[in-house]
């Protein structure tokens, strides 16, 4: 997560990658219990504007952490709060 929070290297931004996540996002902490990754982020993440940034944030973050086998689902936080979390 924190090289996704980093954003692309300019190598990636020459091959066309890019990122929708809000400049500034800290990662504030995560932890995986039974398979279930809670990521929470800084207020930042809520800068995001429009169901489909919103979307494509969410992508971002779960495809990140679904690469790990342990992961099974994703709970995305902002300042310890999951409530309204990416809704556009």
């Given at each position: ?21 809000p400049r500034?996002?800290v ?7 039974n ?7 800084s ?9 489909c940034r919103a ?8 495809r990140?952490l679904f690469?790990?086998?342990?992961v ?17």
């Amino acid at each position: 997560l924190k090289e996704l929070l980093a954003g692309p290297t300019s190598s990636d931004r020459e091959a066309g990658y890019a990122t929708e996540l809000p400049r500034g996002v800290v990662l504030r902490g995560i932890r995986i219990t039974n398979g279930v990754a809670v990521a929470n982020f800084s207020s930042q993440l809520r800068s995001s504007a429009g169901a489909c940034r919103a979307e494509a944030i969410r992508a971002q973050i779960e495809r990140t952490l679904f690469q790990f086998p342990s992961v099974q689902s994703v709970i995305i936080q902002v300042e310890g709060k999951e409530e309204e979390v990416l809704e556009p």
